[in-house]
């Protein structure tokens, strides 16, 4: 078999791939035609010239592991230089503006810097959904052509990016006397902002942004029959509720021109902290959820949608017995209206508790978390492990109950408490995502399942029926 004579034609794809030299004059001299080695070592030269081209260029492109290196240390060299600039910026301010200024410019980025953290927080969903048997795209009815993971973290990043850099501009041009062009900061970004989400062109994802402002309109509106993105993206807003409340404060003080300016920390100035359009702000994500749950019980007459109602109208007293705290006396407050505001916050964060164990994750028999497709260390953590249900259910009944201090106006005099709380609170969404969307899933197969036995039985039927043979 090894001692046979060895014969290949001058097109053997192996010569090709292997370039060696050797064996081709061997080959070549066993036949005895010089002319024909001549043209061999000519095809053999071309073939080497046309190998050595591409391997060149090859080597020439870095792999994507060193891309990716790369990006990973430009990224940290720019938060860092971010925190520099900030701090020097923020140091040569005097000590009494120091911290004025620090909560009007964290006023201004704190939405977008929480926006973000939710754009992060949601393509982590996206991730998990792909690597599970759950078919996200099916439950919220898109097309082919929706966000994947890998493309809502691309949004993300460059959130990260666009938004700290606008505030390190803002933090360094007022500290050095650029007032006017300090001011210009946050308007030029909250105005970038909208261009990209109403901008009519094929870019920047076009059927993605229609797709979230016609579910905005039909959230606000709703005048049709509720869809489960309509109701899903309402009940993720109104962990957003305080995200909103700051956004109303800094559109009212950019149409008022008091960017850059002190002036409008005294209380009662039109974009003051007593505002009366700061709880009808808070309040309306929870209104429009409201309206959703009336509007689904005109549709099915279903009575659990008037519990669901009445959850979300347990917000409302919370919020506006929290505002009355500077539009009555100090004494009336104490010993009325603060008792009311306490009861009505217990009242809410239970039975919003209860009614996300019960009715949102359905986990009266501990259904399990999400079948992955492919078994890993991440699916064997989760997947049908006690302490993730143990985990969730206690984490939800704490941050619920700091529900109060972020829907709380009167409370909100530590800025940076209120961040780290309603960071948490999207945490809170972040988990509430996937036992709402597994919950889901499986009413949806098992309504699938039950059709398909009904459509077998009747099958079964016509063709009992149609049979002619019956032997009695």
Avoid at 56 to 64: E, F, G, L, Y
Wanted: charge should be positive.
């Amino acid at each position: 078999m090894f001692g046979g004579q060895v014969t290949a034609p001058s097109n053997s794809p192996h010569l090709r791939k292997s370039g060696s030299r050797p064996v081709v004059l061997d080959l070549v001299g066993e036949q005895g035609n010089g002319a024909e080695e001549g043209f061999l070592h000519s095809t053999e030269s071309n073939d080497l010239k046309s190998m050595i081209t591409p391997i060149s260029t090859a080597a020439i492109m870095p792999s994507p592991i060193l891309l990716w290196r790369f990006k990973v240390l430009l990224f940290f060299l720019w938060g860092f230089i971010c925190c520099k600039t900030g701090w020097d910026s923020v140091m040569r301010m005097s000590v009494d503006l120091r911290d004025l200024f620090l909560y009007e410019a964290f006023l201004y980025y704190n939405p977008l810097l929480l926006v973000t953290m939710m754009v992060w927080l949601w393509g982590v969903n996206l991730w998990v959904f792909a690597q599970s048997t759950v078919s996200y795209a099916k439950i919220f009815y898109l097309d082919q052509n929706h966000l994947t993971h890998r493309e809502v973290w691309k949004v993300a990043t460059w959130m990260t990016i666009i938004v700290p850099t606008s505030m390190t501009a803002y933090l360094y041009l007022y500290s050095h006397g650029e007032v006017t062009l300090a001011a210009s900061q946050p308007v030029l970004l909250y105005f970038a902002v909208l261009m990209v989400f109403i901008f009519p062109f094929d870019i920047f994802y076009l059927s993605s942004r229609y797709y979230l402002l016609r579910t905005l309109w039909r959230i606000v509106f709703p005048l049709q029959a509720i869809t489960f993105s309509d109701f899903f993206l309402a009940d993720v807003l109104t962990s957003m509720s305080k995200v909103f409340s700051d956004l109303e404060r800094s559109a009212c003080r950019m149409l008022h021109r008091q960017v850059a300016t002190i002036a409008w920390f005294e209380a009662d100035s039109v974009c003051g902290s007593h505002s009366v359009a700061i709880p009808l702000v808070l309040v309306s994500p929870y209104i429009f959820r409201l309206f959703q749950c009336l509007r689904q019980y005109k549709d099915t007459r279903e009575k659990t949608n008037l519990f669901n109602a009445l959850k979300y109208s347990t917000a409302v007293p919370v919020i506006f017995l929290s505002a009355l705290k500077y539009h009555v006396f100090p004494d009336r407050w104490t010993n009325f209206y603060r008792p009311l505001w306490l009861l009505s916050s217990v009242l809410n964060s239970l039975y919003s508790f209860y009614w996300d164990v019960t009715r949102d994750w359905d986990l009266s028999c501990f259904t399990r978390i999400f079948k992955f497709n492919k078994p890993s260390l991440f699916s064997y953590l989760l997947y049908g492990r006690k302490w993730v249900y143990f985990w969730v259910i206690g984490s939800n009944l704490v941050l619920r109950c700091t529900w109060t201090y972020k829907l709380s106006a009167h409370l909100r005099h530590n800025y940076l408490t209120v961040f780290m709380i309603t960071a948490l609170e999207m945490v809170r969404r972040f988990q509430w995502v996937f036992f709402r969307v597994e919950n889901e899933w499986n009413k949806m197969s098992s309504k699938s399942n039950i059709q398909l036995s009904v459509n077998e039985i009747s099958t079964e039927e016509t063709k009992l029926l149609s049979s002619t043979d019956h032997n009695v």
